[in-house]
């Protein structure tokens, strides 16, 4: 019987400093012998986790919320933003003083040239501040952008909420796709091509962002440090990202024997650095 596991990145495969730590590295490779299936689920563009992806040997991801799936390197759906909804977020945000960045599969521009809210929003990610080009989404298909509006100052965007999704990340930051665009849409793209059952479906998370796909999946596990709101929606909850939490959550489901415990001691101090962009 086939299975698969999809992982969160930041927080969750991730740690606060952005490491890979060795154990969950050495868990993944576990995995993947035993014949199951991984997979990266991320509010992330593809250009972004593509080392990441190298590092773990694997091949197949959901990406911005689940706008961009890919298997074994071959797309199997894309679901870019409405171009024409678009120019009307913009005109709309521009009143409020606030500005976007667009993502498509292999870069990312702005709107401004320069927006300190967008500096410190993307430095979390270790990103810089992106380059200039105000029509930028009109020369390419965008499958996420990013608002910088903190929360109280965004109601404004209710009138919009028929056909986009906004997704809050960041206390300066919010993802906006496509409406019903969701980590857990890309999943079911994913499997169908796969021809899984829901029931074989695992996944690891820690940010709102994630709460529909464990919701969705057969076992969701949410990291110790998730959110509170997105540990209420998990089957179960692990250990923080940086004590072996991914280790642990695969034990308690039985996707890795209670023997691995040799292994993660060994392996927990190192981690690698790796850059996800």
């Known amino acids: 019987m086939k299975k698969i596991v999809f992982?969160?990145?930041?927080?969750?495969?991730?740690?606060?400093?952005?490491?890979?730590?060795?154990?969950?590295?050495?868990?993944?490779?576990?995995?993947?012998?035993?014949?199951?299936?991984?997979?990266?689920?991320t509010g992330r563009?593809?250009?972004?986790?593509?080392?990441?992806?190298?590092?773990?040997?694997?091949?197949?991801?959901?990406?911005?919320?689940?706008?961009y799936v890919v298997f074994r390197n071959e797309v199997v759906y894309a679901n870019p933003?409405?171009?024409?909804?678009?120019?009307?977020?913009?005109?709309?945000?521009?009143?409020?003083?606030?500005?976007l960045v667009f993502l498509n599969e292999s870069t990312l521009k702005s709107n401004v040239k320069f927006d300190q809210r967008v500096k410190e929003s993307l430095g979390t990610l270790q990103m810089v501040h992106p380059e200039y080009d105000p029509s930028f989404y009109e020369k390419t298909d965008i499958y996420q952008a990013l608002l910088f509006a903190k929360e109280g100052e965004d109601s404004y965007l209710t009138?919009?909420?028929?056909?986009?999704?906004?997704?809050?990340?960041h206390e300066e930051s919010m993802d906006v796709v496509p409406k019903g665009?969701?980590?857990?849409?890309?999943?079911?793209?994913?499997?169908?091509r796969l021809g899984f059952e829901m029931e074989n479906v695992y996944a690891f998370g820690d940010g709102l962002n994630d709460?529909?796909?464990?919701?969705?999946?057969?076992?969701?596990?949410?990291?110790?440090?998730?959110?509170?709101?997105?540990?209420?929606?998990?089957?179960?909850?692990?250990?923080n990202v940086d004590d072996?939490?991914?280790?642990?959550?695969?034990?308690?489901?039985?996707?890795?024997?209670e023997n691995f415990e040799i292994i993660k001691t060994k392996a927990q101090a190192p981690v690698s650095d790796v850059q996800t962009f």
Request: charged share 25%; hydrophobic share 40%; no cysteine.
């Open 7 to 41: 992982f969160d990145i930041d927080g969750t495969l991730l740690d606060d400093e952005k490491n890979l730590p060795a154990s969950t590295k050495e868990a993944i490779k576990t995995l993947q012998e035993k014949g199951i299936y991984t997979a990266i689920a």
């Open 45 to 67: 563009a593809p250009f972004m986790v593509t080392k990441l992806l190298e590092e773990l040997n694997m091949e197949s991801f959901v990406s911005f919320n689940g706008q």
């Open 81 to 99: 933003l409405d171009t024409s909804e678009l120019k009307k977020l913009i005109k709309s945000a521009e009143d409020h003083l606030h500005h």
């Open 159 to 169: 009138e919009f909420e028929k056909n986009l999704t906004f997704i809050r990340w």
């Open 181 to 192: 665009g969701s980590k857990a849409e890309g999943i079911k793209k994913l499997i169908e």
């Open 211 to 239: 709460i529909e796909m464990l919701q969705t999946v057969g076992t969701g596990i949410a990291m110790g440090n998730a959110h509170e709101a997105v540990k209420m929606h998990a089957d179960l909850i692990t250990s």
């Open 244 to 257: 072996n939490g991914i280790v642990n959550g695969l034990i308690k489901v039985g996707l890795l024997e």
